[in-house]
């Protein structure tokens, strides 16, 4: 990001630079802000509040701000891994470095959402076929033999269908399904 457009986005209303700083990956509001003063850039906190150029000479809006910016002094990597291994990021395998390495910092990012991704897919799976199988199981445990009698409900449309809709895909009747809502609302409010 060259310098020009950096203070373009400052000076939009409600733009700040701990705004600009979120958005760029690696460099926080501290490092953005130093690296605006090593230029020669100053905050006027009176109004109106602005970034303004206090240095002699001029102004170099032509320049990256990355130029300016300091790096991190904590960056972690991640050992390479060979085609065919499992690349999930592993917490043995990070270690810590003195240097700073972008790329490998975004691998390691990227690595890690990978694997969340992973076991989030893996829990959301697990729970669906956890609640597919209580559901079975609590209707197996209806009162077969009960003797039953026919109502007729109005119920709004909406609600109709993700009926129709859920009985369908759960593969069961709707007044099982119907019984077991009702038995769950007298118990909740006994």
Do not use: C
Not at 30 to 42: D, H, P
Not at 150 to 172: G, N
């Amino acid at each position: 990001m060259i310098i020009k457009d950096l203070l373009n986005e400052l000076s939009k209303p409600g733009q700040t630079v701990a705004g600009i700083a979120k958005q760029i990956e690696g460099v926080g509001e501290k490092r953005l802000k130093n690296a605006l003063n090593q230029v020669g850039y100053r905050f006027r906190n009176q109004s109106p509040k602005e970034w303004f150029f206090a240095a002699e000479g001029s102004q170099p809006l032509d320049k990256s701000i990355f130029d300016y910016v300091k790096p991190d002094s904590h960056s972690y990597h991640t050992e390479t891994h060979k085609p065919g291994e499992n690349n999930t990021p592993d917490v043995n395998s990070i270690s810590h470095t003195g240097e700073t390495n972008v790329k490998d910092y975004s691998k390691l990012m990227y690595d890690e959402l990978k694997a969340i991704r992973s076991l989030l897919q893996k829990h959301n799976r697990k729970n669906t076929v956890n609640v597919s199988n209580d559901l079975l199981e609590r209707i197996s445990g209806l009162n077969k033999a009960a003797e039953k009698t026919r109502k007729t409900i109005v119920i709004d449309k909406t609600i109709s269908e993700q009926l129709d809709q859920f009985a369908k895909e759960k593969r069961v009747t709707k007044s099982n399904l119907l019984e077991l809502a009702l038995l769950d609302l007298f118990n909740r409010y006994k």
